[in-house]
């Protein structure tokens, strides 16, 4: 199994920034890829971006250009840069982490808020 833990949510302005951040645990090392999705109210979950063992990443086209994924699959932990932040950016922020081989399962994590005011 494997367990997944946010941080770095908060109130910002538009045009600011903030970082989000995501480690894994558990069985790390059958941990294929990393992501972060958000869901805004009466909304349905969205892709932000992810990223996959061999460092390729992919964005949602809202954030393309203003986001930018990193870290290492390998020590289980993802960070979100989130610059440009626009009010429709605000939302509960998930982290998920894929794991698996033949079975690919998803673990995700308990959601951190991010609000951005006009």
């Known amino acids: 199994q494997v367990q997944v833990v946010e941080s770095g949510g908060g109130l910002v302005q538009t045009g600011g920034s903030l970082r989000l951040s995501c480690a894994a645990s558990g069985s790390i090392s059958s941990i294929v890829d990393m992501g972060w999705y958000r869901q805004a109210p009466g909304k349905q979950r969205e892709l932000v971006a992810g990223?996959?063992?061999?460092?390729?990443?992919n964005y949602g086209d809202s954030v393309k250009g203003r986001f930018t994924i990193s870290g290492d699959i390998a020590k289980s932990t993802v960070y979100l840069q989130m610059n440009g932040l626009k009010p429709e950016d605000t939302g509960v922020y998930y982290c998920i982490a894929r794991f698996g081989a033949a079975l690919i399962r998803a673990a995700w994590g308990q959601g951190t808020q991010v609000t951005v005011s006009p």
């Open positions: 990223i996959d063992s061999g460092g390729s990443t």
